[in-house]
């Protein structure tokens, strides 16, 4: 079992920034791949960054790259997609995802969920 408990989503001007922060316990987190997805109302969810279980291997959504930055830092359990350049597009529930294999786009590949952090962009 991996629990997942993200933070650092909030309001924030077109342009800005947010960190958002995903903190894992139980199951060792070095065995694990991460993700984040995010869900708009009226929208199924989507992938928007993923990282296999070193942190050395990265991929991310089109509508992201060059905007979004994961990583993980294995000695406090917790990875993060730093978010640049936020457009209201953006808006949407954010969530971080595990999985004890690979890097994964699809949402049906993850069994381990958070609980979600809203993040809000306004024009």
């Known amino acids: 079992q991996v629990q997942l408990v993200e933070s650092g989503g909030g309001l924030v001007q077109a342009g800005g920034s947010l960190r958002l922060s995903c903190a894992a316990s139980?199951?060792?987190?070095?065995?694990?791949?991460m993700g984040w997805f995010r869900q708009a109302p009226g929208k199924e969810r989507e992938f928007v960054a993923g990282?296999?279980?070193?942190?050395?291997?990265?991929n991310y959504a089109d509508s992201v790259k060059g905007r979004f930055t994961i990583s993980r830092e294995l000695a406090k359990n917790t990875v993060y997609l730093q978010m640049n350049s936020l457009k209201p597009e953006d808006t949407a529930v954010y969530y971080c995802?595990?999985?004890?294999?690979?890097?994964?786009?699809?949402?049906?590949?993850?069994?381990?969920w958070g609980q979600g952090t809203q993040v809000t962009v306004s024009s």
């Open positions: 995802a595990a999985r004890t294999y690979g890097l994964a786009s699809r949402a049906s590949e993850y069994a381990y």
């Open positions: 139980g199951r060792t987190f070095s065995s694990v791949a």
């Open positions: 990282t296999n279980w070193s942190g050395g291997v990265t």
